[in-house]
């Protein structure tokens, strides 16, 4: 148990430390990890037609399912 807890302690120091890091490079650049709405637009419609493509694909293997069992 004294292991475990010594080990937490060192890793919540380390996450601390990293977390803090990053928040004042945040501070020193605040437009660093800002995204475009081009990019969101980009990804909801990719996201979108590969869910469309595999609903079809759920569709006619459910309708075929009989038909493909002998192949």
């Known amino acids: 148990m004294r292991h475990t807890a010594h080990r937490t302690y060192h890793l919540v120091r380390a996450l601390g430390a990293h977390i803090e890091e990053r928040l004042q490079e945040a501070q020193k650049r605040p437009d660093q990890g800002d995204i475009s709405i081009t990019t969101v637009i980009i990804w909801v419609a990719s996201v979108t037609g590969a869910l ?9 293997v459910a309708k075929y399912n009989g038909k493909l069992n002998g192949i």
């Not at 469309?52 to 006619?60: D, E, Q, W, Y």
């Open 52 to 60: 469309l493509i595999a609903g079809t694909i759920a569709v006619v």
